[in-house]
T-cell receptor, first 113, second 114 residues
Framework: QKEVEQNSGPLSVPEGAIASLNCTYS??????FFWYRQYSGKSPELIMS????GDKEDGRFTAQLNKASQYVSLLIRDSQPSDSATYLC?????????????FGTGTRLLVSP | DAGVIQSPRHEVTEMGQEVTLRCKPI?????LFWYRQTMMRGLELLIY????????DSGMPEDRFSAKMPNASFSTLKIQPSEPRDSAVYFC????????????FGPGTRLTVT
């Protein structure tokens, strides 16, 4: 079992819709969770972080965390074509030590005009 | 303020050759990470330095890979000898300090080994 799992997609949504991206992790001791966005041919950039159960909102983005289910998600409201990218889930595990992140392979999002 | 700088941006080499990738972290950051990204395996951590000291190199695939950080503003990742399966994008990232988690990625080096 991979430490961090994501559906590779592509996830296709029309402009203006809500895009829902999901991620599961295996280390129950994981403490911190991050969403990175990576445009094609570019480097990853951090867009959201979440540390406790529940929802965290930042503009059109909402991160949701459920530690009991070992599940973290990212909702993008009012999706725009400029949101088309690969979204990487990253987890700071409880047992990884030295604060390194483990990344999922990413979900590709396509927002059509 | 300059971000993480990597060179070269693209490298094409023949199997068996030595490859050296370079990284300059953001000034003042004391943690540096080398990652490799492929379609099949995603983004994998190769090695992590804190205050110029290698802390975790468990992701280095084999002895052909080595990394150094001689000072706070420079790091190298060397592959000798290179193999076609080393073809990937190699990212360097830096972090301000150990108790923060945001990593700032450089633009990456796309390595092709023929």
């Amino acid at each position: 079992q991979k430490e961090v799992e994501q559906n590779s997609g592509p996830l296709s949504v029309p402009e203006g819709a809500i895009a829902s991206l999901n991620c599961t992790y295996s280390d129950r001791g994981s403490q911190s969770f991050f969403w990175y966005r990576q445009y094609s041919g570019k480097s990853p950039e951090l867009i959201m972080s979440i540390y406790s159960n529940g929802d965290k909102e930042d503009g059109r983005f909402t991160a949701q965390l459920n530690k009991a289910s070992q599940y973290v998600s990212l909702l993008i409201r009012d999706s725009q074509p400029s949101d088309s990218a690969t979204y990487l889930c990253a987890v700071k595990g409880g047992n990884t030590g030295f604060q390194k992140l483990v990344f999922g392979t990413g979900t590709r999002l396509l927002v059509s005009p | 303020d300059a971000g993480v700088i990597q060179s070269p941006r693209h490298e094409v080499t023949e199997m068996g050759q030595e490859v050296t990738l370079r990284c300059k972290p953001i000034s003042g950051h004391n943690s540096l990470f080398w990652y490799r990204q492929t379609m099949m395996r995603g983004l994998e951590l190769l090695i992590y330095f804190n205050n110029n000291v290698p802390i975790d190199d468990s992701g280095m695939p084999e002895d052909r890979f080595s990394a150094k950080m001689p000072n706070a503003s420079f790091s190298t990742l060397k592959i000798q000898p290179s193999e076609p399966r080393d073809s990937a994008v190699y990212f360097c990232a830096s972090r301000e300090r150990e108790n923060t988690y945001e990593q700032y990625f450089g633009p990456g080096t796309r390595l092709t080994v023929t």
